[in-house]
Nanobody
Framework: QVQLVESGGGLVQTGGSLRLSCAASGRTFANYAMGWFRQPPGKEREFVAAISRSETTNYADFVKGRFTISRDNAKNTMYLQMNSLKPEDTAVYYC???????????????????WGQGTQVTVSS
């Protein structure tokens, strides 16, 4: 099991940017595929972005061109750079991890084993 801690959330105006971080500990980070999910108020948790061990990426359509997922295995950290933020991006953002093969990438919550506690992102109009 890997422990995950998100940071970097906050309040930002429409069009602004934030960078979320997900710090991992407890296991070899490089062995894990990683993902970002979010849960808007009153809604189900939804996929945002994912990155494999080989650094292949996958994005939800509603963030393509605005968000960038990346990882730094030397720092045991995954990032989500969020640009051109919109009020509908308001949500609690969670990072998730699963130990898997080098090229695997996952986009559904049930495919992940370990989760962080979440960080709130609020975009004001």
């Amino acid at each position: 099991q890997v422990q995950l801690v998100e940071s970097g959330g906050g309040l930002v105006q429409t069009g602004g940017s934030l960078r979320l971080s997900c710090a991992a500990s407890g296991r070899t980070f490089a062995n894990y595929a990683m993902g970002w999910f979010r849960q808007p108020p009153g809604k189900e948790r939804e996929f945002v972005a994912a990155i494999s061990r080989s650094e292949t990426t996958n994005y939800a359509d509603f963030v393509k061109g605005r968000f960038t997922i990346s990882r730094d295995n030397a720092k045991n950290t995954m990032y989500l750079q969020m640009n051109s933020l919109k009020p509908e991006d308001t949500a609690v953002y969670y990072c998730a991890a699963v130990a898997t093969s080098y090229s695997s990438i996952y986009i559904t919550p049930r495919q992940y084993r370990d989760w962080g506690q979440g960080t709130q992102v609020t975009v004001s109009s």
